[in-house]
Nanobody
Framework: VQLAESGGGLVQPGGSLRLSCAASGDTCTKDMNWYRQAPGKEREFVAGIYSDGSTGMADSVKGRFTISQNNFKTTVYLQMNSLKPEDTAMYYC??????????????WGQGTQVTVSS
């Protein structure tokens, strides 16, 4: 799978950004996730949208971030509102190719930087 991420940038506190991750090259059934990693910290789960249509969200972003995907389930979006300085991180797309409930393959994007600062 080839992953193309976009949408990061510099935004003021309270602002919004929309990240996109387009997947191509593998027609598998996909769970699509966003992770982030701030300097000096571990990579952490942010949000996921799964092959059954359900979603998951980290407590730190609930009510502010929304995850969605296109009708073809090839692109995943992360709408980020009410951004805070602590949301500053490199954001990574992770695609899991599923066989039943098992992860058969996984792919990571190159990351897109989000900086929240005044």
């Amino acid at each position: 799978v080839q992953l193309a991420e976009s949408g990061g940038g510099l935004v003021q506190p309270g602002g919004s950004l929309r990240l996109s991750c387009a997947a191509s090259g593998d027609t598998c059934t996909k769970d699509m996730n966003w992770y982030r990693q701030a300097p000096g910290k571990e990579r952490e789960f942010v949000a996921g949208i799964y092959s059954d249509g359900s979603t998951g969200m980290a407590d730190s972003v609930k009510g502010r971030f929304t995850i969605s995907q296109n009708n073809f389930k090839t692109t995943v979006y992360l709408q980020m509102n009410s951004l805070k300085p602590e949301d500053t991180a490199m954001y990574y797309c992770k695609i899991e190719c599923m066989i039943g409930n098992m992860v058969a393959r996984e792919y990571w994007g190159q990351g897109t930087q989000v900086t929240v600062s005044s």
